[in-house]
């Protein structure tokens, strides 16, 4: 402003002083003449006032107008002087920046004034957009430069050499038009045109600069990629964090004119996205090989609050031709507590059908079993549910006695009479007389289960394991250990039984290392469901203990299942 200032006052200045003048002449108007040049430290300035008179017949005087009028020398040998009413700069200081007036009257008694506003800029300062002498923007893939038009003149008057410099390194030139053929955006730079002249037999230097823009193979078409259509309606929540995306393609090669704006309608600009809440990034970025130009304005909004649901916001992108807006707008969404409050009771109530349903399984599974209408096995025509082996050899009298009270009366009450099951119990269905390898291997052939009955003194005393197995046999004292091993190649080797073991009482302290390997191999499988005559209800068919015995056994009886084939 101070620098526009000074320009509107200078003519001001400049017309009142050779006025003032003129009138000692007798003459009431002077036309007036203004140049404003800028040039570098070091650097000399041959200044043409411009008139096509004669200056050898003109009377031309030079001032330096700043506080004072200072009147320059016309002596050659001065570092500032005039020169055939040329004013001559050689070596210029950043001092002698300011301004210079010239004023003369020609043979006619005509009044001109001639006024420079000179600044000297420090040779630091080259390629400061205040010394350019413009851009060179010529369609074409050939561009021409041509030298500056002061340094021209100052180059024809003096007789001096033409240099050229791209980036304020020399390149080939030697004229005053430089072209560049086939220009690429790697041509793309500032050109400097050097004059070297001669003056008082001392070589000095003007130069003078211009910028050479290259747009190669122009895209202009612009695009908004974000928000897209799908985009234009989003759903927020009151308090969440939001971040908004603008994005704008703007073509090839436009990155010195491509950008992207968020705004909005509904507040004042300058002053709504300068809340707290709104934060905004600009990046601008070309892509390598397609050249393709995208600018990105991201609009993040700390808090959505319910002004921001109410408000327009419009994303804005511009190139050198063209400009387009898409307009987005906030929808307050359902709240999301009730959606999580009952997804939360669909999974609690679905964990606890599971844990229900693990924990009355059993329950769940002996409660449909009476609606089954077909035999899961229509084809079995084994005639026992279950064969039972047990223990009868080295037992104690209370041992004996809960034997015989849990085989004679609480399993055939429980499975047979209430349960309809039958079963094959040694000691009460052999006949007598008959071979006992023979009933053992007829009799297992004829069941659907295997039900070991283990009693709790088994291997309590110091008897060898070899004693132990032989007293381990089919339930008839005396049976040999081979009738054993029938029972056990059915279930293990054959796979043809599935097992059920019941102990009696409560286990041994040894654990069941004690007993046969392939029996210790079926209780590691599943584990002995224990039977005491003290539990409450171990006589009930319905009590937790023989549910399980009965969710263990054929799910429909062998008598069911011969009437159903």
Not at 220 to 243: A, C, D, F, H, W
Not at 459 to 487: K, M, Y
Request: proline share 4%; net charge neutral; with cysteine.
């Amino acid at each position: 402003m101070m620098y526009v200032s000074v320009r509107l006052l200078l003519p001001l200045v400049f017309v009142m002083m050779p006025l003032s003048t003129c009138s000692e002449t007798g003459r009431s108007n002077c036309k007036n003449f203004q140049v404003t040049q800028t040039v570098l430290e070091g650097e000399a300035l041959y200044f043409t006032h411009g008139s096509h008179s004669n200056p050898s017949k003109s009377n031309l005087t030079w001032y330096k107008n700043n506080t004072n009028l200072e009147p320059i020398s016309s002596d050659k040998k001065e570092r500032i002087h005039f020169y055939n009413s040329n004013l001559v700069f050689l070596d210029l200081l950043v001092k002698d920046s300011g301004f210079y007036t010239g004023w003369r009257t020609d043979s006619s008694e005509k009044c001109f004034n001639y006024n420079l506003l000179l600044k000297v800029l420090k040779a630091s300062q080259r390629g400061n957009p205040d010394i350019l002498y413009g851009e060179i923007d010529m369609p074409g893939i050939n561009k021409r430069i041509t030298c500056p038009q002061p340094v021209d003149d100052t180059c024809q008057k003096r007789g001096g050499t033409y240099s050229w410099y791209k980036n304020f390194s020399l390149i080939p030139g030697n004229q005053n038009v430089l072209w560049v053929y086939s220009a690429t955006r790697e041509n793309k730079d500032i050109y400097t045109c050097m004059c070297t002249w001669e003056y008082n037999q001392k070589l000095y230097n003007s130069s003078g600069s211009r910028e050479l823009r290259v747009v190669e193979d122009m895209f202009t078409r612009l695009e908004i990629i974000s928000p897209g259509l799908m985009e234009l309606l989003k759903v927020v929540y009151e308090g969440q964090k939001l971040t908004l995306n603008c994005t704008v393609l703007c073509g090839q090669n436009e990155e010195t004119e491509c950008s992207a704006h968020w705004s909005s309608s509904d507040r004042v600009e300058d002053q709504g996205f300068k809340n707290k809440r709104y934060n905004t990034y600009t990046e601008l970025t070309t892509g390598k090989t397609s050249k393709q130009t995208i600018a990105t304005e991201i609009l993040t909004i700390d808090t959505v609050t319910a002004d921001d649901v109410h408000t327009n916001f419009t994303c804005t992108g511009r190139n050198i031709y063209t400009t387009e807006s898409v307009y987005l707008r906030l929808k307050q969404g359902e709240s999301i507590y009730p959606l999580a409050v009952t997804g939360a009771c669909v999974i609690f109530f679905c964990l606890l059908a599971a844990l229900l349903v693990k924990c009355f399984v059993i329950d769940l599974t002996l409660w449909f079993r009476p609606y089954i209408q077909l035999c899961s096995h229509p084809k079995d025509a084994r005639f026992y549910d279950a064969y039972v082996v047990y223990q009868t050899q080295f037992m104690d009298k209370d041992t004996e006695d809960m034997l015989s009270q849990f085989l004679n009366h609480v399993l055939p009450n429980v499975l047979e009479e209430k349960c309809g099951y039958r079963l094959f119990i040694h000691g009460r269905d052999d006949i007598p007389g008959q071979d006992r390898v023979e009933m053992v291997e007829d009799n297992i052939n004829k069941s659907r289960r295997l039900m070991v009955i283990l009693s709790p003194d088994l291997g309590s005393r110091n008897e060898s394991t070899d004693q132990s197995l032989a007293c381990f046999n089919s339930g008839i004292p005396g049976v040999e250990w081979h009738d054993w091993q029938v029972v056990l190649h059915h279930a293990l080797v054959q796979r043809e039984l599935n097992v059920i073991l019941i102990q009696l009482g409560g286990a041994e302290p040894s654990g069941y290392t004690h007993l046969p390997i392939s029996l210790q191999h079926l209780i590691r499988k599943t584990a002995p469901l224990r039977w005491s005559q003290e539990y409450r209800g171990a006589a009930a068919w319905n009590s937790r203990f023989w549910k399980k015995v009965r969710y263990l056994m054929p799910t429909i009886p062998s008598k069911k299942c011969q009437q159903v084939v």
